[in-house]
Nanobody, 116 residues
């Protein structure tokens, strides 16, 4: 069973930074698309950023220039570096993995709270 272990959430003031980390237990990590999503109560989960197995990245428009997603295939880890955080970034952030066989997996989520 694939497990995604997230860490790095917390409370930060507006303008601050957080680094979210997600480590996957699956050996297919190297051929998987990894992503970070976020969700606030009452709203749909939305994509923040993703990175393919070859390192191609994509970002939601409202985080471009403020967030960077990266991966380390030797450690089965994907990182989301978030800078210049805004109160609107407050949400539960979820790590997502789509493996080479089409399986889709989620982490348990980590809370990010940005105070004004």
């Amino acid at each position: 069973q694939v497990r995604l272990a997230e860490s790095g959430g917390g409370l930060v003031q507006a303008g601050g930074s957080l680094r979210l980390s997600c480590r996957a237990s699956d050996t297919l990590f190297g051929v998987s698309v990894m992503g970070w999503y976020r969700q606030v109560p009452g709203e749909q989960r939305e994509l923040v950023a993703s990175v393919t197995s070859r390192g191609t990245t994509s970002y939601a428009d409202d985080v471009k220039g403020r967030c960077t997603i990266s991966r380390d295939n030797t450690q089965n880890t994907v990182i989301l570096q978030m800078n210049s955080l805004e109160p609107g970034d407050t949400a539960v952030y979820y790590c997502n993995m789509i493996d080479g066989l089409g399986g889709k997996y989620w982490g348990q989520g980590t809370q990010v709270t940005v105070s004004s």
